[in-house]
């Protein structure tokens, strides 16, 4: 069976994350730049082999003041680790539309074996012909896990931030001709 490419379409996708801010809240933050592929047999994902890799100075939460203290030493160290990325290693249809995506994830120098839940959105073709397909990507890591481990206690001596990270990921992707 011949391999297709599938390309992530950015212009129709978005990567998410949320994080618990003195356990009361959730601040939601988005990675703007980002890129990735996938590479199956024929049109079937079972088995696909994906990548993704993330901007990690493109973090925007909505507070400038907050985004430049993600990029520093406290948090990503943009600097010095410019890029998140994942690399499947196996992609299971579970039941229905869901599929399990399990890999591994790098974050500041750290790989992590992850495993994510996928959601299938199904098929279609744009007005112009292009076939593409749309998946629901969901998850949470422990950021420590990554040596993303700052944080401040507050006056009752609860911590200020979670550490468990939800990714969600809603991935459009063009099969390539």
Do not use: C
């Amino acid at each position: 069976m011949s391999k297709t490419t599938w390309n992530v379409d950015v212009a129709h996708s978005e990567v998410q994350f949320k994080v618990k801010h003195l356990v009361i809240s959730t601040v939601t933050g988005f990675f703007r730049t980002f890129s990735g592929s996938a590479s199956t047999d024929g049109d079937s994902f079972e088995d696909a082999n994906v990548n993704f890799t993330i901007d990690v100075n493109s973090v925007d939460t909505g507070q400038p003041g907050r985004d430049e203290h993600l990029r520093n030493a406290d948090f990503f160290e943009a600097e010095k680790y410019p890029e998140f990325s994942f690399v499947s290693t196996s992609l299971k249809k579970d039941k229905g539309d869901l599929y399990k995506l399990i890999g591994d994830l790098t974050i500041k120098g750290i790989t992590k074996e992850v495993e994510l839940a996928a959601e299938y959105g199904g098929t279609e073709r744009d007005p112009w012909g292009n076939t593409k397909v749309g998946f629901e990507v969901s998850g949470t890591i422990d950021r420590k896990e990554f040596g993303v481990t700052f944080n401040s206690l507050t006056e009752t001596g609860g911590l200020a931030l979670g550490e468990n990270i939800k990714i969600l990921a809603n991935i459009q992707l063009a099969k390539q001709a």
